[in-house]
């Protein structure tokens, strides 16, 4: 089974520059979620899809930072326009579903590698 | 609000040693807990959980209980090997702000020696 996909994998930009991040969650996971991990720190939650809704974006700086997931399957990140403090490694993961209950381990998250992120 | 805590690394031992990495929580509720470890340039990997107090998790030779009446989840192994260098992340997955979110801690970076 192939895992969560993310492109690119490194990422180079000055401030203020735009910049997407891409993810493709495995096959049949309606849960699709962004994270944040900043060097030293646990990543932590920016964006949480169900299907092509979205549940959670309580921690995504929405004046500069956007997602989609259209079709409910890939998802693209965007950062408009970058600051130096967005430097950090992001994360895509998928789960099953967002619930803990019915089919046992269906909540469980599944990373993909990252893209690092470097705003000079 | 809910919180992960767990001791600071690097944390550096010799092939066979005995591994323990603290791990506590704060959270309201009854969350689950896990364990995630981070090989160099992979991405974060499930390594164990425990859904309720007393629970036992373990894999590949890990073991962590979550023992409730002192919050916490310790990450233990008996003999590490090389291959076991990597980040340790524990987290929990509970309410947060109405939502039912992952908290991870900061991370524990395990260096193993030959």
């Known amino acids: 089974e192939a895992g969560v996909a993310q492109s690119p994998r490194y990422k180079i930009i000055e401030k203020r520059q735009s910049v997407a991040f891409w993810c493709n969650p495995i096959s049949g996971h309606a849960t699709l979620y962004w994270y944040q991990q900043i060097l030293g720190q646990g990543p932590k939650l920016l964006i949480q899809?169900?299907?092509?809704?979205?549940?959670?974006d309580s921690q995504l700086p929405k004046d500069r930072f956007s997602a989609e997931r259209l079709k409910g399957v890939d998802s693209t990140l965007k950062i408009q326009p970058a600051k130096l403090e967005d430097s950090a490694v992001y994360l895509c993961?998928?789960?099953?579903?967002?619930?803990?209950?019915?089919?046992?381990?269906?909540?469980?998250?599944?990373f993909g590698p990252g893209t690092r992120l470097t705003v000079l | 609000g809910n919180s992960v805590t767990q001791m600071e690394g690097p944390v550096t031992l010799s092939e066979e040693a005995f591994l323990t990495i603290n791990c506590t929580y704060t959270?309201?509720?009854?969350?689950?807990l896990f364990w995630y470890v981070q090989y160099p340039g992979e991405g974060l990997q499930l390594l164990l959980k425990?859904?309720?107090?007393?629970d036992k998790g373990s894999n590949k030779g890990f073991e962590a209980t979550y023992r409730k009446e002192t919050t916490s989840f310790h990450l233990e192994k008996g003999s590490v090997q090389v291959s076991d260098s990597a980040v340790y992340f524990c987290a929990l997955r509970g309410v947060t702000g109405g939502y039912n979110k992952l908290i991870f801690g900061a991370g524990t970076r395990l260096a193993v020696h030959p």
């Open positions: 899809f169900q299907n092509n809704g979205v549940v959670d």
């Open positions: 959270a309201t509720g009854y969350p689950s």
């Open positions: 425990a859904t309720k107090a007393d």
């Open positions: 993961a998928s789960s099953l579903s967002d619930s803990g209950w019915g089919l046992a381990g269906a909540d469980t998250q599944y």
